[in-house]
């Protein structure tokens, strides 16, 4: 998931991770897999420092000594609400369409995933809603009167 979104992952999961959490990570990673996370990390920095996006809360500047330092304000408080905004941030990237890694079109395709017994329960709500209630036969001309045909005991 880091490399969905390198600094966003920097940002609120990996900045409250303890050494020994980074090292078991970095051992299921394999020494390859966090060269090539670092290597995102700091392309993915040189871009938004190259061009900002002002649709993101996350900027990055040049610090004095050139190192590339965050400019978000208030994040996260701590590693839960961190983890929180991320699977937030994920899902509602993945529910809006971008994940470039997901096809989309596999499901938005698939009849087998809509959901046509509730399309058809709506449609039939909606026809049996707008009719009139009538006579079978047409008006009915008898007048009802006395009793029900029900017996009080």
Same mark, same amino acid.
């Given at each position: 998931?880091?490399?969905?979104?390198?600094?966003?992952?920097?940002?609120?999961?990996?900045?409250?991770?303890?050494?020994?959490?980074? #090292?078991?990570?970095?051992?299921?990673?394999?020494?390859?897999?966090?060269?090539?996370? %670092?290597?995102?990390?700091?392309?993915? &920095?040189?871009?938004?420092?190259?061009?900002? %996006?002002?649709?993101?809360?996350? /900027?990055?500047?040049?610090?004095?000594?050139? !190192?590339?330092?965050?400019?978000?304000?208030?994040?996260?408080?701590?590693? !839960?609400?961190?983890? #929180?905004?991320?699977? &937030? =941030?994920?899902?509602? @990237? *993945?529910?809006?369409?971008? %994940?470039?890694? *997901?096809?989309?079109?596999?499901?938005?395709?698939?009849?087998?995933?809509?959901?046509?017994? /509730?399309?058809? @329960?709506?449609?039939?709500?909606?026809? *049996?809603? /707008?009719?009139?209630?009538?006579?079978?036969?047409?008006?009915?001309? @008898?007048?009802?009167?006395? #009793?029900?045909? =029900?017996?009080?005991?």
């Amino acid at each position: 998931m880091n490399e969905t979104d390198p600094l966003l992952y920097d940002r609120l999961i990996r900045r409250f991770q303890s050494a020994a959490e980074r #090292e078991t990570e970095g051992r299921v990673k394999g020494y390859s897999g966090i060269l090539e996370a %670092d290597l995102l990390r700091s392309e993915a &920095k040189m871009e938004a420092l190259a061009h900002p %996006d002002p649709n993101v809360a996350l /900027q990055y500047s040049r610090g004095p000594n050139g !190192e590339i330092v965050a400019d978000d304000g208030d994040g996260p408080a701590d590693k !839960e609400e961190g983890k #929180e905004v991320w699977r &937030k =941030v994920m899902e509602m @990237r *993945f529910l809006g369409g971008g %994940d470039g890694d *997901f096809d989309y079109r596999e499901v938005d395709d698939n009849e087998e995933w809509d959901d046509n017994a /509730q399309e058809r @329960r709506d449609a039939e709500d909606e026809y *049996f809603g /707008q009719e009139e209630p009538s006579w079978v036969l047409g008006e009915d001309k @008898r007048q009802l009167s006395g #009793e029900t045909g =029900v017996q009080d005991f």
